[in-house]
T-cell receptor, first 115, second 111 residues
Framework: AQKITQTQPGMFVQEKEAVTLDCTYDTSDPSYGLFWYKQPSSGEMIFLIY??????QNATEGRYSLNFQKARKSANLVISASQLGDSAMYFCAIPPPTGANNLFFGTGTRLTVIP | SQTIHQWPATLVQPVGSPLSLECTVEGTSNPNLYWYRQAAGRGLQLLFY??????ISSEVPQNLSASRPQDRQFILSSKKLLLSDSGFYLC??????????FGEGSRLTVL
């Protein structure tokens, strides 16, 4: 069964600083992907970044990057140069080993950027 | 590009009343569609998914049901709402790249 753990219910970061949001996972699938989503206060879920388990390099997308450590089963999201608009809930997600490509989500981390 | 429309955006219903939340997708054909629920301050829970017209899979037994009458329409229903049905309901569409694309959500409050 899939398991996603986000141990930080809340995080604070100073504007323009970098922050790391933790995510550990467990899966029986030999090949998998990891997804990060942002949910601002308005509620919509915004896809941020994807990491494939066999990708040779850590994924990057603008100010977002993944610190992927496969042996430790962790896929931490790093946000560089934080902006006030980064304040939101952040969810890590993984697909089940079988099924119609749905995602299993962690409980999320609420990030607050301090001016 | 894909867009997902959900309505109503906000709904306040008494216990025991019926429910119908609608989701329509534009910009794609034969998508995989999903209903998720998010309780206040919690993560997302998959309720139903559909790989085609009339094909519904339920992930969590409950008093909710889903239907897919058309290729790009996905409906979440209930005959009698419970207090525990309150939450934020998100419709999503699977993309070929693997991620899910979400609608704006429908916030349901059951009183």
């Amino acid at each position: 069964a899939q398991k996603i753990t986000q141990t930080q219910p809340g995080m604070f970061v100073q504007e323009k600083e970098a922050v790391t949001l933790d995510c550990t996972y467990d899966t029986s699938d030999p090949s998998y992907g990891l997804f990060w989503y942002k949910q601002p206060s308005s509620g919509e879920m915004i896809f941020l970044i994807y990491q494939g388990s066999y990708d040779q390099q850590n994924a990057t997308e603008g100010r977002y990057s993944l610190n992927f450590q496969k042996a430790r089963k962790s896929a931490n999201l790093v946000i560089s140069a934080s902006q006030l608009g980064d304040s939101a809930m952040y969810f890590c997600a993984i697909p089940p080993p079988t099924g119609a490509n749905n995602l299993f989500f962690g409980t999320g981390t609420r990030l607050t950027v301090i001016p | 590009s894909q867009t997902i429309h959900q309505w109503p955006a906000t709904l306040v219903q008494p216990v025991g009343s019926p429910l119908s939340l609608e989701c329509t997708v534009e910009g794609t054909s034969n998508p995989n569609l999903y209903w998720y629920r998010q309780a206040a301050g919690r993560g997302l829970q998959l309720l139903f998914y559909s790989v085609g017209i009339g094909q519904i899979s339920s992930e969590v037994p409950q008093n909710l049901s889903a239907s897919r009458p058309q290729d790009r329409q996905f409906i979440l229903s209930s005959k009698k709402l419970l207090l525990s049905d309150s939450g934020f309901y998100l419709c999503a569409c699977g993309r070929v790249t693997g991620e899910l694309f979400f609608g704006e959500g429908s916030r349901l409050t059951v009183l």
